[in-house]
């Protein structure tokens, strides 16, 4: 990995982790008061950067973009959430070992 690729890569960790830190914040404010979309659209932003970095074993391969969806019901749009909360956990922690492997 280039210091180019691992400086993007660790910049595309810090944000993954700012988007997770957001999400608390936003869902947080209870009862469905908030839109998903917005964190689907980033997520599927940030994914497509990661992948132009290389280097994945084809483990990139295995995220989908996420649909950019902002369903109504509060327990539908909690589902929604936690999908996008778990693809942010394993991109990170994939970007991890990516980094890893390099010795970085």
Do not use: W
């Amino acid at each position: 990995m280039s210091e180019n690729s691992s400086d993007k890569r660790s910049a595309l960790l810090h944000m993954l982790r700012q988007l997770l830190k957001e999400m608390e914040v936003i869902s947080s404010q209870g009862a469905g008061y908030y839109t998903c979309a917005p964190f689907a659209r980033r997520f599927n932003r940030l994914l497509g950067q990661t992948r132009t970095l290389g280097d994945d074993n084809g483990l990139l391969a295995t995220f989908d973009e996420l649909t950019e969806a902002d369903p109504k019901d509060p327990s539908e749009k909690y589902k929604v959430m936690m999908g996008i909360r778990v693809e942010i956990s394993q991109l990170i922690a994939l970007l991890d070992t990516m980094g890893m492997e390099k010795g970085k």
